[in-house]
């Protein structure tokens, strides 16, 4: 009988399911719209990586398959954002490396984070730039971009630049 009783005991142990539940914890404020964080999808992240490299690599083709009709662009230095439309990012790319002979990126980290009071994700995307000068001269910068996602579409950019050690 305690056998039966055993046998019993762990067939009902072994045939049990353990279901998992993934809560994602809330964290953070986010003041304008009284919300939290959480951590939005990585292929937001990948997306935002994809868009950091291909500007690097010159490559506006890959660039507006990301980005939404009309894109705003905070630059590091400060000043007004400037507004540019899908069709106009091979220029704006053009005129952003003409100081350049070329230019290398290496990423360090990419975090999404979407606030639950809002349809946006908001990946920040932290990296090393090397920039090769046309007269030969190069530098080193630190970059952090904030890349603001809808609808798996780019619509703004906001950057900010520090002196590498």
């Known amino acids: 009988m305690k056998k ?17 539940v993934e809560v994602q914890k809330q964290s953070g404020f986010d003041y304008g719209r009284d919300g939290k964080y959480v951590f939005g999808s ?4 990948q997306m935002a990586v994809d868009l950091v490299l291909a500007f690097a690599r010159k490559d506006s083709e890959t660039m507006s398959k990301f980005m939404g009709d009309t894109v705003r662009y905070a630059p590091p230095q ?6 540019s439309l899908k069709s106009e990012v091979h220029d704006v790319v053009k005129m952003l490396h003409e100081p350049y002979d070329s230019i ?9 984070l979407k606030s639950t ?8 995307v932290a990296f090393k730039e090397d920039r090769f000068y046309k007269d030969g001269s190069s530098e080193s910068v630190r970059l952090v971009d904030r890349i603001f996602i809808r609808d798996k579409k780019i619509f703004r950019i906001h950057q900010w630049i520090a002196e590498m050690e």
């Open 4 to 20: 039966l009783i055993l046998l019993f005991v762990l067939v009902a142990f072994v045939s049990c399911e353990t279901k998992t």
């Open 42 to 45: 990585d292929d937001d992240a």
């Open 78 to 83: 400060g000043g007004k954002m400037i507004t």
């Open 104 to 112: 290398k990126r290496t990423v360090w980290n990419a975090v999404p």
């Open 117 to 124: 009071a809002a349809d946006f994700t908001r990946v920040t």
